[in-house]
């Protein structure tokens, strides 16, 4: 199978074993595949090669996963980074998120779950590059930088990891509309067969701490009992479009 501009996938992993199956079958898939085995040698194949996918374990020797995504995401290197991590790690998992990885793959995991993420990601990085809307404006000093990553909040910045910002471009273009988590997994994460999974919430309370003044009473992003998630209609609208 060929991949669309064969693709650059980084891929962090210190087990031997593990790293040899994951770049067997993404080339397989068509993917360009280069490896590191620990943080410090990750870093550095990212900053030179700049691909256009990381697979980033986060146990890792001489640098931890998280400070070498901490370090990619102050250089200002917003290369989508997908978490590989032990399933038993939900703090690690949260850190992760919050420091910029754009989501994250528990092990053990299924081949054909990492297969569907990486096409996702590497899917949503090229629909943004081709010219999305860049900006939307909200009332109360707060608008939404989709070029940057970033929410602006009277007069504080808040970086958005790639999932977060799809996840705010899915809802707006979609504002006034009740959107399920179904949609989002299927549409934002790519998914055919939908997983039981808290990611979607886990991400919209995340995004609700950025966007929203009073998260714990939610303006923005409204919650529809049961069924997911609403844009309230007052928001703005993207830039060229009614709102």
């Known amino acids: 199978m060929k991949t669309p501009e064969s693709a650059k996938i980084a891929l962090i992993e210190d087990?031997?074993?593990?790293?040899?199956?994951?770049k067997y079958n993404l080339e397989l898939e068509g993917y360009m595949v280069r490896t590191a085995a620990d943080g410090e040698e990750g870093l550095e194949l990212v900053l030179d090669w700049e691909p256009d996918?990381?697979?980033?374990?986060?146990?890792?020797?001489?640098?931890?996963?998280?400070?070498?995504?901490?370090?990619?995401?102050?250089?200002?290197?917003?290369?989508?980074?997908?978490?590989?991590?032990?399933?038993?790690?939900?703090?690690?998992?949260?850190?992760?998120?919050?420091?910029?990885?754009?989501?994250?793959?528990?092990?053990?995991?299924?081949?054909?779950?990492?297969?569907?993420?990486?096409?996702?990601?590497?899917?949503?990085?090229?629909?943004?590059?081709?010219?999305?809307?860049d900006l939307v404006v909200l009332g109360g000093k707060t608008e939404v930088d989709?070029?940057?990553?970033?929410?602006?909040?009277?007069?504080?910045?808040?970086?958005l990891s790639r999932f977060e910002a799809e996840i705010l471009r899915y809802l707006?273009?979609?504002?006034?509309?009740?959107?399920?988590?179904e949609d989002l997994l299927r549409d934002v994460w790519g998914y055919k067969i939908l997983p039981q999974t808290r990611t979607v919430d886990n991400h919209i309370a995340r995004i609700r701490k950025k966007l929203e003044d009073k998260p714990e009473d939610p303006?923005?992003?409204?919650?529809?009992?049961?069924?997911?998630y609403r844009f309230t209609p007052e928001a703005g609208g993207l830039p060229g479009g009614e709102g």
């Open 53 to 133: 996918l990381v697979l980033l374990d986060l146990m890792l020797p001489k640098m931890s996963g998280l400070e070498v995504l901490r370090e990619l995401r102050k250089k200002n290197v917003w290369t989508p980074i997908l978490v590989l991590t032990a399933l038993n790690r939900e703090g690690d998992i949260v850190a992760g998120l919050e420091t910029g990885a754009d989501d994250y793959v528990c092990k053990p995991f299924s081949l054909a779950e990492l297969l569907a993420r990486v096409r996702a990601v590497i899917r949503r990085s090229r629909h943004a590059k081709a010219g999305e809307q």
């Open 15 to 22: 087990e031997p074993q593990m790293a040899e199956g994951i």
């Open 146 to 159: 989709f070029l940057r990553y970033e929410i602006r909040r009277q007069g504080k910045r808040f970086p």
């Open 219 to 228: 303006y923005w992003i409204q919650t529809v009992h049961a069924i997911g």
């Open 172 to 181: 707006l273009s979609r504002r006034g509309e009740v959107v399920s988590r």
